[in-house]
């Protein structure tokens, strides 16, 4: 921060200017003395720009004694004056102190305003700095290179960490001795400032300001100025505070942040838990009602209808094997533990071993399947890409009308060299509201049409996503949604026998 010429300076300018005023006087003519009351009183009008007011009145007092020993007759005697010349002189007097006081009074009030617009500016460029920053610790880095350069110092700063504890931030430019931590720890506990240029430690080498927010520290701010580093002023003392204040209200934000956050997080994850509880409680409710009334009247029935118990009984089964299969993969998808084993695969093979396993689901539907002869064969995990065909298909025959088409399809995308596997229905198409959502899990396109627990789509992805390729999803133009796998394409030079 700049600073003014020193007290010393100041007397020892005052003093040179009035002696140079002097010597001058001594070598004009004696009838001309009037004119240097003039000129000295010119002389002090300009000191009165440079220097400040007691300095002034020396000046004052100086250049009249000066004038009435040196310049008047008779020279080098302090002569009686007449009233003319004591009128002069008098009135000098009186307009060299007025003077001296309006100008005094006028510099303090312009280094006022300096220094007023120097901390606006540097709280300016602080406050840009720390919102132009992403994260807290980037916003903590530029806050320190801001103080580093404002008060040519080095700072530090230390953030209070779990059970009070202060710890070092890495972009911290000053290195803390055993004796500036343990003062640094006073402030942090009292919330008052210590170190250098207080009471508090005054023999550290650094001054420590707690950064306080609603009663609590939330750190220390350590200002290590020069060496040369006269006492802080009122007005220094005022900034390094603004400073710490900024400081600690950037970090207040972000822990407030943070807990919103972790709130969000929390209040997120009940609510999965929530939908969760209720989906398989629902999944399994039905089946389980199946199996119960299919289970006391099979004993007491005959015939035709012994079959058809027998038949509720594997549809009610292989519904609750889905879900249980469900909740497995989701399972293992989160926790990594799908590893694919990945090999040849036809696509005619998958398409069907999903339709078998299906079985009573596509019931009335026709599916209708639409691969090249030369479709090539793909490097794939064939039990997960039967999954994923299981779960898309099935996602179809859930949100379409009973008994509409189903479309599959395959083929090579050689400009984007990746194989693709496509499932297309007739039915209402994806909802816009559920576009960038749709693979999210516990999501369902329609909740008014059949149940489930919205986990086919969310595990499709991850396992798509574990074998290297993905799904995408779109409306058809004219009626119906599309679903697609894509994984990239390998040549093979040859194809075992079997």
Known sequence: MPRGLSPFREYLEVLGVIAAVTIAGWFAPVRYYHAFGHVYLLAVIVLCLRVGRWPVLVAAIVSGLAWNYVIMPPRLSFSVLDFEDGMILGTYFVVALIAGQLTARIRAQERYERRREQRATALFDLTRALTGERTLDEAVAAAL??????????????????????????????????VERRVAEWSGRSGLIAGRFTKVSPDAEALHLPMLRAGSVLGVLVLSLPADAALTTPEQRELFEAFAAQIALLIEREQLRAASEREKLLAESDRLHRTLLDSVSHELKTPLAVLRSAAENLNKTEGARRVDLAGEILTATGRLDRVVANLLNQTRLESGAIKPQ???????????????????????????????????LFMADAPLMEQVITNLLHNAARYTPAGSPLLVTAGVDERNWRVFLAIADSGPGIPPTMKGQLFQKFRRGNETQGSGLGLGLSIVRGLMLAQGGDVMADNLPGKGARFTVYLPHTLHSSVPHE
């Not at 230390?158 to 972009?171: F, I, M, P, V, W």
């Open 342 to 376: 990945l090999d040849w695969c036809d696509a005619r093979d998958l398409i069907s071993a999903a339709r078998r396993g299906l079985g009573e689901a596509l019931a009335g539907r026709q599916v209708r399947i639409d691969i090249p002869a030369d479709m090539p």
């Open 145 to 178: 290179r801001q103080a580093d350069k404002l008060f040519s110092a080095q700072t530090a700063l230390l953030l209070a960490g779990e059970q009070g504890t202060l710890q070092l931030h890495n972009a911290s430019s000053f290195h803390l001795s055993e």
